[in-house]
Every structure is written in C-alpha cells, then in structure tokens.
C-alpha cells in the first residue's frame, strides 16, 4: 500500500465538501433542521479524517536516510515495506504508514513516531483527552455511552477505564514543574486544609482494609481517601455578633444584608484564590500533607504571608499536621461549623429539636465561644451536668460536647482570628471532599479497585483545580520525554519542538 499523498488527501476534502454542501440544497426541504444537522457533523467526520491523512501525507512516512544511527552507535537500516498502525482519531479511525529501522536484537524504530509526537497507544491525544473528561464526570459506561452518541466510535468503557490510569501517571511530574500563580492574583493568607472522605471500594479491596472483624463488627466497604487544599485568600474582619447571627439566625442576616445592600452599604466578597485541590486513595495522610504544605510554601517563599490551617475535629489529622510544621509559624483553626453543630446537640437536648429556645441557647453559647470566652461555656456545661437531673440522651450531648471542646480547645481561639480576618470555616476543603471525591466516586453500584479510583482521583484534583489544560500539554511533552527523548535528538529536533501552538 502507498503512502498518502497530499493532493488526493484534498481531492478527497474537496469532494467531501462538495458532496455535503449538495447534501444540504437537495434535501433542505424536506428534513427537519436537528436530522439535517446530524447528518452534516456525519459529514464534517469524513472530512476531518481527510485533512488528517493530509496531515500526514505532509508530514511523510519518517523516512530520514538508509540508515538511523541510535545514540550508543547502533545502526539500524531502513526496512523496505511500510507499517501501517492503527490511528483512532476524534474522526474516526485510519492507518498510518511509517518507515521502519531495525537491525538484529533492537527493536525496530520509526522515526514518524517521535516526529508527530504519537501515543503509545492507538487513541489520539485528544481523544484520550475527551474520554477523560467524559469519564471523571460520569461512570466509564455513561461516558461510553457518551462519546458514542456524538461521534459514532463505539470505545467499550473497559478502554475508557484504561486510559483514566495511564492518562494519571504524569501527576508528579506535573505540580513538581507547574508554574506558580502571579503574586498578583494571590491572596493575604495562605490556608492550608485536610480532611477524609470514603469511596466504596470492590469486595476483595474492602477485605484488605479490615481483615479480621470483631463481634458485632461489619465489613467496611469504603476506604478514606485523603483531601487537602491549598489556596489563599484575603482577610475580611468579622465582629463575633455577626458570625454567630449568620449561624443561627441566616435569614435575620441575610434580611439585614439586603436593607444595608438598598443604603448603599455592601460588603465585599472575599473569595478563595488559585485552589489547588488533591485526593488521594493510595498515598498516605502524611504525604498527601507534605504536597500541600510545599504547595503552601512554593508560594510565599519569604514566609511574608501569615499561614492558616482550617479543619475540622479530627484529631489525627491536628497531630500529623503539627508534627509535618514543625518550626514552621502557622494558626491552627477549628472549623466554627462543627462547633455549631456540637451546640446544637445540646441546646436541642436540653430546649427541643430546634425550638426558639434552643435557637437562643445555641447563639448565646455560640457567641461566647467566637468572643473567646470557651473556658466559660465550658465551665457552663460542666454545670448543667453538675446541677440538673438528665435525662440518658441530654447527659450524653453534653458529655460528647465537652469533650470535643477541651480536645480541641487550642484552635478555638476565634476572637483573635476574627479580629485578624482570618477565615474560620473549613469550606473549601469540605467542598472539595464532595465535588472531587463524592460527586463521581459514589452512585448506585459503584464499587472501585484501589488502583482505578486513585486515577480518577487524581484526574479530578487536576480538573477541579483548574489545572486541566496545562495538564494535558505537559502530559503530552512528559510522553514525548518517555517514549522519544533517545530518537529526536538524532532527528535533529529541539526540546522545544512540540511546544508549538496555533493562535
């Protein structure tokens, strides 16, 4: 078989154009606008497969001589027949030809290969591309399902599912190089953040985690995948009053909001600023800390910003993070919103589930806690527990409460963060455990292998990172790098050859 050649690739274009263009005067009248738009992207597929075997007919068969001499001395002869691979494009699939070099006990070398930049595998890069983000938003077979309604390719999930993992092994590599954020679209604060979120996992990876049950226990099905974030943010001074108003009375705030907004008087947003996000099934709690705290420190270098930790009551978490910033200056804050909620248990133990006066009790004690009086309301509990006859559910609210507060005491210092502007919600990362763990790893039937879930993952911490584009471009050179680094140099191409871009 002959290699392409440019001028049929556009003889074949042309036709493709004339013939659709023909398509469209002599049957606009009787079809409907949707079919005649379905059957001209049909259309639009033959022609890009076209200007693709264009593409290569320009790009020629990787021919560069008799011989290719490899980097060690080895020289390879050119093989006199073709090899024609498989090349599965967003256009369909077609073959492409390459000149082969081989010579005894080496492996056969195309030179096209390295020249294009092609994958290992038979998809193109944007295709893999496209199955991915299909894939870290819907299941394998909804993005199957997917892909096949719009380009007629039919890929099985099964290959979508391969390509998720190898499409991941880049992830290092990438955020060991990924260009930091300009100062200029940084925040006053760097805020740091941890947390856990479980993925149903496969029965046989579910049996690994807990081996032995004790009486009464049941197999666990989830595995915690570790969270972290790294963003920073500028202060926004807060009174304690309006805080604790917003918790518990949101609709008496938001009224007061929207009367002060109609004078004029509108407070400003204050917004989290180049998030970088991570979750991940199969690194350590410890390392997937580290990779946030370097991230934390690669952008402010000089230590100029005050660094804070926002999280919720998990004290391993407190203790490794403590452990990881040693001699490092940083302020620890426990997430305002599980303190609510551990006032919550007692005001409606004590007053009613979400009565008036448990309404009242909860912002009193609330309010004393953000004013930085929680000795006191510790102290006031104790009391109630001291003084009153209770029943077995109110002793036990108050008991738990207690106890979350005196462990937690050191990082429930809110009258001075709030007098810093220092944000005292851990939302960002609680968000994160929903929209880059929960969002795409839980579903109905929705089980994983260790190994599948820390792809997506990780394919998600870089989507919802907003890393996704420079990703891919430096996936693509990183594959380059791997697969190429020993050819092209011989082919007398430049490190930066394929970093070209149309504008």
Known sequence: MSPYSIEQSILEGKLGVKQLFEFVKNNAEQMESYSMEEAIFSRLMDIGIAAMKGYFAEKGTGDVGDVLQLEDGT????????????????????????????????DGVMP??????????SYSYLLQEWMDLLSIRDSFGEASVTLDKILKLGISPSRFEVVNRESANSYDEFYKNKELPTPDSEGELQVIGFDGKGVPVIKSEAAKIQSRLGKGEKRQKKKEAIVGVSYTIDPKVRSPEEVAENLVYPEEARKKREADEEQGVKSPQIRANNIRRIASLERSKQKVMEEIISDAKSRDPDTQRPLVAVMDGALCLWTLLASLLLGVKWVGILDIIHVTEYLWKVGNALHGEKTPEAKKWVYEHLLAILQGRVGRVIGGLKQIISKRKLRASQLKALRETI?????????????????????????????????????????????????????????????????????????????????????????????????????
């Not at 002869?77 to 024609?84: A, F, G, I, V, Y």
């Not at 096209?112 to 595998?121: E, F, G, S, Y």
Request: net charge positive; with cysteine; aromatic share 14%.
């Open 75 to 106: 020289a390879l002869k050119k093989e006199k027949r073709l090899l024609w691979q498989n090349y599965f494009s967003v256009f369909g699939k077609f073959s492409i030809p390459r000149t082969c070099y081989r010579a005894n006990g080496v």
């Open 403 to 503: 106890t979350y507060f005196e462990n937690h005491r050191k990082w429930m210092r809110y009258d001075e963060y709030l007098a810093a502007g220092y944000p005292i919600g851990s939302g960002v990362v609680e968000s994160t455990c929903g929209h880059t763990v929960k969002k795409r790893m839980e579903g109905t039937g929705r089980r994983w292998s260790i190994k599948g879930a820390e792809s997506t993952l990780l394919l998600r911490s870089i989507y919802t990172s907003n890393d996704w584009d420079a990703y891919w471009d430096a996936h693509r050179m990183l594959e380059r790098k791997r697969l190429y680094d020993k050819v092209l140099p011989k082919l007398g191409y430049p490190d930066e050859y394929f970093m070209k871009k149309v504008a």
């Open 112 to 121: 096209l290969d390295a020249q294009a930049n092609l994958p290992q595998r």
